[in-house]
């Protein structure tokens, strides 16, 4: 299914101000495809940036990662969840043009009314890139009143397609069946930190079980980058990068 372009950024464009600061440097990767390099820049927390032929895509924009004046327009925008660190309509603003998509999970629908909704499971065609929704939620962590951080149903995490190679951007989850059931994954994003997402340990469990080439934590905040590093050092088949994505 093919989505067509939202009206929401352009619904927002003149009506929030952004405020201009000064660009940090970011890292980035670039990882070779068939159809040529996939630039990864890593922007901070959950958010990144995919830039492939002359198309952008940006993940879970938050403008205290970065400045989103001075970043490259987006082709499409993909936010897993409504919550503040995911989901901020100001730097969605500052990237978007009347021809950007802005692709959002159940949880967003009343923030972002004029996005398109993705439900668990569903996979459609958007800007030109295959993209798959996952389900991303908590099993074992729980707030007080027992409701689970992230509940089923309302965020995804996403497996796009780059022409030869297939990327899987987590979302806030913890180490469920249905990630671990993924196949063909080149490249993961997983998240890392107590009590939201998942221990080193969760993160392990899943690569080992769907085994992506490479394996970059992320969204980890203070936890020891290191001793995901430990538990997967004799997977070979699995390369864990650390990059700066607290």
Not at 165 to 172: L, S
Request: net charge neutral.
């Amino acid at each position: 299914m093919n989505i067509r372009r939202s009206a929401l950024v352009f619904a927002l464009w003149a009506a929030i101000p952004v405020t201009v600061h000064a660009q940090k440097q970011f890292q980035q990767d670039i990882i070779q495809t068939s159809g040529g390099g996939l630039k990864i820049t890593f922007l901070g927390h959950g958010t990144l940036m995919f830039a492939f032929g002359d198309k952008v895509i940006h993940v879970d924009p938050v403008s205290a990662q970065a400045d989103y004046a001075a970043l490259p327009k987006a082709d499409l925008v993909l936010v897993t969840h409504d919550h503040g660190d995911h989901l901020d309509l100001k730097a969605i603003q500052a990237i978007g043009t009347p021809e950007t998509v802005v692709v959002v999970s159940r949880s967003c629908a009343s923030k972002t009314p004029q996005a398109a909704v993705m439900a668990n499971g569903e996979t459609r065609t958007v800007s030109g890139f295959r993209i798959e929704a996952v389900p991303a939620y908590n099993i074992v962590q729980v707030r007080g009143s027992g409701a689970p951080y992230h509940p089923k149903g309302d965020g995804n995490g996403y497996v796009i397609t780059f022409a030869d190679k297939r990327v899987y951007v987590a979302g806030d989850t913890e180490n469920t069946p249905e990630m671990k059931s993924l196949k063909g994954i080149d490249v993961a994003f997983l998240p890392m930190n107590l009590p939201f997402t998942m221990t080193p340990e969760m993160v392990a469990d899943a690569a080992k079980a769907f085994q992506p080439k490479i394996l970059y934590p992320y969204h980890y905040g203070s936890t020891d980058t290191a001793a995901l590093v430990r538990l997967l050092k004799d997977d070979k088949a699995i390369e864990v990068r650390i990059r700066e994505m607290q």
